[in-house]
Structure formats: C-alpha cells, structure tokens
C-alpha cells in the first residue's frame, strides 16, 4: 500500500511541477504568443518543447532569452534534466490559448466586449475550425458581474469526445473595473465525431463487385405467319374496294 502511495505522489508532484512551468513560461512569453507545452520524458532528461506564434521573441538576440528561459526551468523547478525547445505555430486562429491571449489584449485595449468576441469567433470560423466557443466573464459593462458566450459551428461540452477534439484556452484580461476571463474553446478541423459514419464501397474492403442481374419481362408469342399473311390480304381487299367505288 506504501509503494502504490508513492507512485500517486510522484505523478501528482510532477504534473504539478509541469503546471508551474506552463504558467512561468505563459507569464514570460505572453508576448510572443504561447499557444502550449509539450512535455516528453527522454533517456537525457525531461523534453520542454514551447509553441509559439512568434519564435524569433522567444529567441532572443543570439538565444539570450531562450537561454534564460533554460536556466530558471534547471535552477527554480524540479525537472529531471530540462531541455527546452520552441515549435512555431502553423495557424495561429486555431490555437485556442492565441486566440485567447488576443481576447484578453483586445478587452484591456478598449475594445467592447462584444466586439471583441465576436471579432474571435469570426476569425477561428474563418481559420476552417468545426466550431467555436468564446466566453467572457466578469465586469463588462458595470459593477455587476455577467457572463457572455459567443458560439458557431459544432462544438462538445464534456464527455471524451470533447477531450479528445476540444481544444480549450484561457487568459485574463486587467481592467480597471476588475479582471475579465476569457475561455475559448476550438473544435479542431477535421474532427470526425461518433455519430458521423460513411459506409464504404466492396472495393474498399477488399469484396468483389456485385453482379449484374438481367431482368427478363414476359412477352407475348408472336401471332403465326399463315395469320399475319391472312390479315395483309384482307387490307388489301379493303384498299381495292374502296379505291373501285
């Protein structure tokens, strides 16, 4: 029982070991857009790899900033061996934690609040995300506090599915009536949910195709030629009879 408590306490300490760095490094690179952390355990040591909108401010002139970065992550926060590294961000707009981080500067420069969310959720939509979820809370408009959504497209509020296509954003914005937070939640492009089937073609799986079945409809016998000869007579006859009255 004392080895299976050990082990819950080793992965609760180092989760939260990782939670504080996620928030040093938000904290110091808000800047430069930090869209995430991934972390990779490695025979040399602990993989910090950073996701940024801008690489170059995470850089630094000659790595000055990075290496300081480095420095704080070996020295203040017990890692095995940190190495950190910076990704670029392909698409910006659907990053969750960018867009969030933008809501966030956006309300703190002046912009209205419904503007603001707007503004985002138009720009994720537009980046070709599924859906979207943009939530304010906190002093908008007086001393009051409220919340408003901004929702497209489809989106997953719980349950593994919303784990697994979700991708959820948070950041605070400063104001001088208070603090406003902004959620924002993307459905990633692309995301096939449960309730979404397609049935495949034989080839597909590698069946023959079906085969063609003639339809054969029932037909009546043709008449015999003594009748058919018999019947052009009497035309004839006809014809002839009428011509000579």
């Known amino acids: 029982m004392g080895n299976q408590q050990n ?14 760095v996620r928030e040093y490094l938000l904290k110091n690179t808000t800047r430069a857009g930090f869209g995430g952390l991934d972390f990779q355990r490695t025979p040399e040591g602990t993989k910090v790899t950073l996701h940024a909108e801008r690489v170059g401010m995470v850089i630094g002139r000659k790595g000055k900033i990075i290496n300081g970065l480095q420095r704080h992550l070996q020295n203040d926060f017990n890692l095995d061996n940190p190495r950190l590294e910076v990704a670029e961000i392909e698409n910006p707009a659907l990053n969750a934690q960018v867009m969030a981080s933008k809501l966030a500067s956006a309300l703190e420069r002046g912009w209205y609040f419904r503007r603001a969310g ?18 304010t809370g906190g002093k908008l408009t007086g001393s009051r506090n409220r919340t408003q959504k901004f929702q497209a497209g489809h989106i997953k509020f719980c349950g593994d599915t919303a ?33 979404e089937i397609r049935i495949k073609d034989r080839h597909e799986v590698g069946l023959s195709p079906l085969a063609e079945v003639a339809i054969v409809t029932e037909k009546s016998d043709p008449l ?17 009879e009428e011509a000579s009255e």
């Not at 015999?224 to 002839?240: D, K, L, M, S, Y």
Request: charged share 25%.
């Open 7 to 20: 082990t819950i306490r080793k992965f609760i300490d180092r989760n939260v070991e990782r939670q504080l």
């Open 224 to 240: 015999p030629e003594e009748v058919v000869e018999e019947a052009a007579t009497e035309e004839v006859v006809e014809e002839t």
């Open 118 to 135: 707007h503004s985002t959720l138009l720009n994720i939509m537009d980046a070709g995300a599924k859906g979207c979820l943009v939530t």
């Open 163 to 195: 784990l697994q296509f979700m991708d959820i954003g948070f950041a605070v914005a400063t104001k001088k009536l208070g603090t406003i937070g902004c959620t924002v939640a993307i459905m990633r492009p692309g995301s096939k949910l449960p309730h």
